[in-house]
């Protein structure tokens, strides 16, 4: 690979990305759709958190969000108008099954289909993630992520949406981000259910992740009919040599694969390594024969969602040593989002020196401000065009340097519900007043949908 220790930015001469390059945007049903228990539609835990007083700022809730649910066929038309062509989607799994399991909610079906031919009469491709975060909350009552009775309702779920929908979607994207709707949820707390567990009860929702993530691989398999294609999409833990030097990108390569030891360093294995097995010690997830089977077969991509990375350097011991983010160190309103292009580079580039993977997709990068009103029709957010524009030179420099990415979905389409930061946190390319559900294209969405048409950095 000594390719990639040039590391100049040598653009092909074009300066374009590579032929067929998929572009998009990105978001999720829980944050856009609002209809929260419209039409039968059951509660999530976020439905319930977002009740729960001090979790999400400002005390928003999810009820009406971009009222998506109802207008996502102005949503469409805008989406055309800006030359969008892939649309990163998620199904609500407590639209299709109210709790969890049990009796299928055939109007929520009704709703996907009439959304999926919408967007198809648009001219755009959809890229459908099966689970979003927005977990039944009867499945949270018993057990959540913590019990296998959610590893089962999800392979159901799976079944269901690829019969359903298998005819209008080839693209499909298992879960999103397991350390968010894990760690996050169940050990940091600080998202949905906001439920502190124990280690090994920790490690056991990780495995059941793995599992729902091969269950929804063996649906698309099975039921998912010719051209279906399905991979992860996850938030690796991403890590940045200082300098671009042997040394510390050894160290990086290693600190990478410590972190990452769990779940893509598990499923690329086909199993959990002895060191991981020992960190864990008595904590360590129980497994069941088979389990690696389903968690391990091949997918036909790797999605990445990539917003920030810690800087790590060889240290004086010969061990990875990281480097902690100095106060004037950039950073976007989202606290943990510093801004360091370089994260778009080295992903990608760990991610496929790491697990071999062969075809990689961004499928979320965007940045997250408390951005200004509408002027007189318009936003100038140029922090985000300069955002775009710095992270898509290091994406085509991974490209250049024999990176196999094949798309990028920008987060998000429009401003929406980000979670515990409510809605004054806004990631979109779209500014949504949240008053009248007007659209705004902002300054970056005119920038996106150039870099879009043209397939070059614009
Ligand atoms: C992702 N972090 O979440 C999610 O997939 C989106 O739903 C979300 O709106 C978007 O990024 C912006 O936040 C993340 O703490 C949440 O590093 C937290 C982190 C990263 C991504």
């Excluded at 759709?33 to 007083?53: C, L, N, V």
């Excluded at 600190?255 to 904590?283: F, M």
Aim: with cysteine; hydrophobic share 40%.
């Amino acid at each position: 690979m000594n390719h990639f220790l040039n590391s100049g930015v040598a653009l092909n001469p074009a300066g374009t990305f590579p032929q067929n390059f998929v572009w998009g945007v990105a978001a999720a049903a829980a944050q856009i759709e609002g209809a929260a228990f419209t039409e039968g539609k059951g509660e999530s835990i976020w439905d319930r958190f977002s009740r729960m007083p001090g979790k999400v700022h400002n005390g928003d809730t999810l009820d009406v969000a971009c009222d998506h649910y109802h207008r996502f066929k102005e949503d469409f038309a805008l989406m055309r108008q800006l030359g969008v062509k892939n649309y990163r989607l998620s199904i609500s799994w407590p639209r299709l099954y109210p709790t969890g399991d049990g009796a299928l909610n055939q109007a929520g079906v009704d709703y996907y289909h009439r959304l999926l031919d919408a967007m198809v009469a648009e001219g755009i491709t959809p890229w459908v993630t099966f689970f979003h975060w927005d977990l039944p909350q009867a499945l949270e009552d018993r057990g959540g992520w913590t019990s296998a009775v959610t590893v089962k309702a999800f392979a159901n779920y799976a079944e269901t949406v690829v019969k359903a929908f298998g005819g209008k979607v080839k693209n499909w994207i298992t879960l999103n981000e397991i350390r968010c709707f894990t760690w996050l949820s169940y050990d940091v707390c600080v998202q949905a259910p906001g439920r502190k567990v124990s280690p090994a009860e920790l490690n056991q929702t990780y495995h059941h992740a793995l599992l729902c993530h091969g269950h929804a691989v063996r649906a698309v398999r099975q039921l998912g009919g010719p051209g279906a294609r399905v991979g992860l999409t996850d938030n690796s833990t991403i890590c940045m040599p200082v300098t671009e030097t042997p040394a510390d990108i050894a160290a990086a390569r290693t600190w990478y694969a410590e972190k990452n030891i769990h779940l893509l360093g598990a499923i690329y294995a086909g199993g959990y390594s002895p060191k991981y097995l020992a960190r864990c010690g008595a904590d360590a997830p129980r497994v069941e024969e088979g389990d690696f089977a389903l968690i391990s077969q091949p997918t036909d991509f790797l999605g990445l969602n990539l917003y920030t990375g810690t800087f790590v350097r060889a240290g004086a011991d010969g061990r990875p040593q990281e480097i902690p983010l100095p106060v004037h160190y950039p950073v976007a309103d989202s606290p943990w989002l510093h801004l360091a292009p370089q994260v778009m580079y080295w992903g990608t580039r760990l991610a496929h020196e790491t697990y071999g993977a062969t075809s990689l997709y961004v499928t979320e990068n965007g940045c997250g401000y408390n951005d200004e009103p509408v002027v007189n029709g318009e936003v100038f957010d140029l922090h985000r065009r300069d955002y775009l524009r710095g992270h898509l030179r290091e994406l085509q420099r991974a490209i250049n340097d024999g990176v196999p990415v094949d798309g990028y979905f920008l987060w998000s389409f429009m401003d929406n519900f980000e979670w515990q930061d409510g809605y004054e946190r806004r990631f979109g390319i779209v500014h949504v007043d949240y008053a009248t559900q007007k659209r705004t294209p902002k300054l970056s969405a005119h920038y996106y949908s150039a870099i879009m048409r043209e397939n070059r950095i614009v």
